[in-house]
């Protein structure tokens, strides 16, 4: 688990006034504007203040400490700046992505492990795990509260209650 997690890309420059236009590779704007600093590398290294962040449609305009020109916000673009984790507060019952991978997937109530989350995807609405087996297989989990019952990360598992057939093939014996 990372400590400092990737904020934004900076794409280009808006205006005269050293604004920077960014992808987000966060939640967002309303995520980023509890943000006060970024960093530069991913090890924390240039401490940048966050003077500001909206959104303009899918992108992210943001304004920087010390960057107060079109020259100076040009020397940014292209690079990506990250956020300190202990920076961010979540909701309670979300997670950063990064501390959910690699987590073992177990049964509620059973203690049956399925595999661990390999990667995190959010096609719709909610978010769909994809739970690779030690036999390499790899099942699609989604992530709602019907089949999600905890969440521990620090104890690095994440507990379930699937359907049949959900993790391979279905045993309670209905199929013919």
């Keep these: 688990m990372a400590d400092f997690l990737p904020a934004c890309k900076f794409v280009t420059t808006h205006g005269v ?16 504007s509890h943000i006060r600093r970024l960093y530069a590398t991913a090890r924390g290294e240039g401490e940048t203040p966050l003077l500001g962040v909206r959104a303009q449609g899918s992108m992210l305009l943001v304004r920087l400490g010390g960057v107060e020109d079109m020259d100076a916000a040009r020397a940014l673009v292209g690079r990506t700046y990250y956020f300190a984790k202990a920076d961010a507060k979540l909701p309670k019952g979300r997670y950063f992505i990064d501390d959910l991978i690699g987590c073992a997937v177990a049964d509620a109530d059973t203690g049956r492990v399925y595999g661990t989350i390999a990667a995190i995807e959010r096609p719709a609405a909610h978010d769909v795990y994809t739970v690779r087996a030690d ?3 790899e099942y699609l989990f989604p992530a709602v509260p019907e089949f999600l019952d905890r969440v521990d990360v620090a104890g690095r598992a994440v507990y379930v209650r699937p359907i049949d057939g959900m993790f391979g093939p279905a045993v309670n014996g209905d199929e013919e």
Aim: proline fraction near 5%.
């Design 17 to 32: 006034r050293g604004e920077l236009k960014a992808q987000p590779l966060c939640d967002g704007a309303a995520f980023l």
């Design 135 to 137: 036999d390499g297989q």
